[in-house]
């Protein structure tokens, strides 16, 4: 499959830079989607012809989860494959529920439950993108996790930038960001605490954008000014 692109919140491995194409690509596909659902689903679709897979669209979960443990599945054996469906029927896809960083926003896991938290002799990661794996515990999808998630910033709608080399200072601004978008942060936002928009602006006061990946730096300094402008005018 194509590499991964980190757009908003949302990981998304597909061939879609449009809600319009996104629609499309669902309808030609199988999987898992709820079009009548009020909140944001993870969501899997496989091709009609051989069910292989075709995409993914995974939502970062707010809640941290500060669980020293999950870090064990950096040590997971990784292996190449293929996912593919055994059935044509739509099916339903949980989300993951918590979201774990590795220091300096070196990898990004999102994970099921704190049960899974703690990988087993029968763990393995398929690595089904460049650098993003699924995190399998027997034989059971359980999270998934993204080396350098920095790489992979980019708008919602936008071809990726295909900037090649990491960004150090960006990785841990991703994570800052993260951090600050996330429960009970956000809520704070929401509420238009000061101390929460003083944050927001410095972080994107420091996305120097003539410095680094400058594309990829852009993208989160633009989602700041998304955040600050909604909730502080």
């Known amino acids: 499959m194509d590499a991964a692109d980190l757009r908003d919140r949302s990981l998304v491995i597909g061939p879609y830079f449009s809600s319009e194409e996104h629609e499309r690509h669902v309808l030609e596909t199988t999987g898992s989607v709820d ?10 679709r496989f091709a009609k012809q051989n069910r292989h897979m075709a995409s993914l669209w995974f939502r970062v979960p707010e809640e941290p989860a500060a669980v020293s443990s999950i870090s064990g599945w950096l040590d997971v054996p990784v292996v190449a494959g293929l996912l593919a469906c055994s059935r044509d ?14 220091p300096g926003g070196r990898v990004l896991i999102g994970i099921d439950t704190l049960a899974a938290s703690v990988p087993s002799a029968l763990s393995r990661r398929l690595r089904v993108g460049m650098g993003f794996d699924l995190l399998l515990s027997d ?12 790489r992979y910033l980019q ?3 936008e071809p990726s930038p295909n900037e090649s080399p990491s960004d150090a200072w960006l990785g841990d601004a991703l994570e ?6 996330s429960f009970p942060n ?7 605490e000061s101390t929460m928009y003083e944050s927001l602006n410095a972080l ?7 410095e680094g990946a400058f594309k990829r730096r852009a993208a989160l300094r633009k ?7 909604d909730w502080y005018g």
């Open 35 to 44: 079009w009548f659902s009020f909140s944001d689903q993870d969501e899997m």
């Open 89 to 102: 029927e739509p099916f339903h896809l949980a989300s993951t529920a918590g979201r774990w960083c590795a």
């Open 139 to 150: 034989d059971r999808l359980v999270g998934w996790l993204l080396e350098e998630p920095e």
């Open 155 to 157: 708008g919602l709608w």
């Open 176 to 181: 800052e960001y993260l951090d600050l978008v």
């Open 186 to 192: 956000i809520e704070k936002i929401q509420e238009g």
């Open 204 to 210: 994107r006061n420091r996305l120097a954008a003539n």
């Open 223 to 229: 989602r700041l000014d998304e955040l600050i402008t």
